[in-house]
């Protein structure tokens, strides 16, 4: 496993001086705004650290690399905890047997997203749920669905792809439809268990395999108008490219949510290329990524996060974007 220690403490001092510290588990951690996002939310919450460390693994990991990593968290001291991103279902996959509790969602979608310390208790927890939602509602008008008929198209199956979905299902104003996309069959149907041992309204989701991106525009021309849109996929920022080909149609003032904020972002610039002639609503991962990692870190640090303090902590997010 390669560990990169991000100097990002507000006084200048090293990683490695520091008594505590937090984790964050990804792919290219240093590139991540939260790098220099942290020490300013760290001041204004009043953490007992500024320095946050980069546990860098490749996507291909092997199982040894993410318990070592777990281990590495449980047993260090001054390890406080971590937000985990791309590596969830992985983590959960190859060490849940380290953690002395889990929560119910990380239980049913076999994903950790909050890695957190209770003196000798190691916790694993799924927030996206949770995050996703507040995301979704920083841009949604209230009663969009039962007053448009709007459904949702979600492209792509993994951590954040379930977490959404599971957000819609509990929503009083469910859209009309929700379909959720993957490449093959088996992600789809680890999807459709999850949702039946949860009690997901039969019918509300339709599970799909779009082995072609001209599929998957089939798909998004096919929504009604007002749908949302979401690339879900990890395409255009762990890799390159678009769950879409050049020529897909976004449908009339649909919202295409783009759920990275940094990368290529090849979605996100479809969408804006469309969104003068089609009305659309364009929307990256940033305010995804404020919910993210408040919510995190309020588990790491044993924190209540009101809206009110949440909106400091986007502001001073935004001064360093």
Same mark, same amino acid.
């Given at each position: 496993?390669?560990?990169?220690?991000?100097?990002?403490?507000?006084?200048?001092?090293?990683?490695?001086?520091?008594?505590?510290?937090?984790?964050?588990?990804?792919?290219?951690?240093?590139?991540?705004?939260?790098?220099?996002?942290?020490?300013?939310?760290? @001041?204004?919450?009043?953490?007992?650290?500024?320095?946050?460390?980069?546990?860098?693994?490749?996507?291909?990991?092997? %199982?040894?690399?993410?318990?070592?990593?777990? @281990?590495? #968290?449980?047993?260090?001291?001054?390890?406080?905890?971590?937000?985990?991103?791309?590596?969830?279902?992985?983590?959960?996959?190859?060490?849940?047997?380290?953690?002395?509790?889990?929560? %119910?969602?990380?239980?049913?979608?076999?994903?950790?997203?909050?890695?957190?310390?209770?003196?000798?208790?190691?916790?694993?927890?799924?927030?996206?749920?949770?995050?996703?939602?507040?995301?979704?509602?920083?841009?949604?008008?209230?009663?969009?669905?039962?007053?448009?008929?709007?459904?949702? /198209?979600?492209?792509?199956?993994?951590?954040?792809?379930?977490?959404?979905?599971?957000?819609?299902?509990?929503?009083?104003?469910?859209?009309?439809? #929700?379909?959720?996309?993957?490449?093959?069959?088996?992600?789809?149907?680890?999807?459709?268990?999850?949702?039946?041992?949860?009690?997901?309204?039969?019918?509300?989701?339709?599970?799909?395999?779009?082995?072609?991106?001209?599929?998957?525009?089939?798909?998004?021309?096919?929504?009604?108008?007002?749908?949302?849109?979401?690339?879900?996929?990890?395409?255009?920022?762990?890799?390159?490219?678009?769950?879409?080909?050049?020529?897909? /149609?976004?449908?009339?003032?649909?919202?295409?949510?783009?759920?990275?904020?940094?990368?290529?972002?090849?979605?996100?610039?479809?969408?804006?290329?469309?969104?003068?002639?089609?009305?659309?609503?364009?929307?990256?991962?940033?305010?995804?990524? #404020?919910?993210?990692?408040?919510? /995190? /870190?309020?588990?790491?640090?044993?924190?209540?996060?009101?809206?009110?303090?949440?909106?400091?902590?986007?502001?001073?997010?935004?001064?360093?974007?």
């Amino acid at each position: 496993m390669t560990t990169t220690a991000d100097t990002v403490h507000a006084d200048g001092a090293s990683a490695a001086a520091s008594a505590d510290y937090m984790g964050f588990v990804g792919v290219t951690t240093a590139s991540s705004s939260i790098m220099k996002v942290f020490p300013l939310w760290a @001041e204004i919450l009043g953490l007992p650290t500024r320095t946050l460390l980069g546990h860098d693994l490749p996507m291909d990991a092997e %199982p040894a690399q993410y318990r070592a990593m777990v @281990e590495q #968290i449980r047993d260090d001291p001054h390890h406080r905890g971590a937000l985990v991103t791309t590596h969830k279902m992985n983590v959960y996959a190859a060490a849940s047997d380290l953690f002395d509790e889990l929560d %119910p969602f990380a239980v049913s979608c076999s994903e950790i997203s909050s890695i957190s310390k209770r003196g000798r208790v190691l916790s694993g927890r799924a927030k996206d749920p949770i995050t996703v939602d507040l995301a979704l509602n920083d841009f949604l008008p209230a009663d969009h669905f039962t007053s448009t008929g709007a459904a949702v /198209v979600i492209l792509g199956a993994g951590g954040s792809g379930t977490a959404l979905s599971w957000a819609l299902a509990e929503r009083e104003d469910a859209p009309s439809k #929700i379909t959720v996309t993957a490449r093959t069959q088996d992600k789809l149907d680890h999807l459709r268990e999850v949702h039946r041992q949860h009690g997901t309204r039969e019918g509300l989701i339709e599970y799909v395999v779009t082995a072609s991106p001209a599929e998957a525009d089939a798909l998004v021309a096919a929504a009604p108008p007002g749908s949302v849109i979401a690339n879900a996929t990890g395409l255009g920022k762990d890799r390159p490219g678009s769950p879409l080909s050049e020529t897909a /149609v976004f449908p009339e003032g649909a919202y295409a949510w783009e759920f990275n904020y940094r990368g290529s972002l090849e979605f996100l610039h479809q969408a804006q290329a469309q969104a003068a002639a089609h009305g659309l609503h364009v929307i990256d991962g940033w305010r995804y990524f #404020i919910h993210g990692w408040s919510q /995190v /870190v309020a588990d790491v640090f044993e924190l209540d996060l009101t809206p009110e303090v949440v909106e400091r902590l986007a502001e001073a997010a935004e001064s360093v974007r």
